[in-house]
């Protein structure tokens, strides 16, 4: 079969599948390595998250695989975009300051205060005298 039949066939599985077929022989590889079959299992919208990084220049291959392992932060750094790596589905995170704008928490009930080492987001929220909490949000 010819090498761009190939691609197609391989961009109708999933990216755990075409990592797989990747395996399989030299044809398959460069079929399954190639830009065409990993931009389908990108989502639609992912040139919007990587505008503005150096992301922009991968091949696409390595952009899913760095999106799996390196969500990107958005809308001010208050939340985060990322891969699901066997199924490609979109994740999103959102941070204590998203949290903290967008649900309504009374400033008297909380504090913004810096994170510690090993987080995403640069604040976290520190909780005053609550008994409970309830959010709810929508991306």
């Not at 919007?48 to 999106?67: M, P, R, V």
């Not at 799996?68 to 490609?88: H, K, M, Y």
Request: proline share 5%; glycine share 4%.
């Amino acid at each position: 079969l010819p090498a761009k039949c190939i691609s197609r066939i391989i961009s109708l599985t999933t990216p755990r599948d075409a990592s797989r077929l990747a395996l399989v022989c030299p044809a398959f590889r460069s079929a399954a390595d190639s830009d065409s079959v990993w931009e389908k299992f990108l989502p639609s919208d992912y040139e919007g998250f990587i505008s503005n990084s150096s992301l922009i220049d991968k091949k696409k291959k390595d952009l899913y695989f760095h999106l799996c392992r390196n969500p990107i932060l958005f809308d001010n750094n208050t939340a985060s975009f990322g891969l699901e790596q066997e199924s490609g589905k979109k994740c999103y995170m959102a941070g204590a300051k998203w949290i903290y704008e967008n649900s309504g928490i009374s400033h008297r009930d909380c504090e913004m205060i810096p994170s510690s080492a090993g987080s995403r987001f640069p604040e976290v929220i520190e909780l005053k005298l609550m008994s409970s909490l309830e959010i709810e949000a929508r991306f």
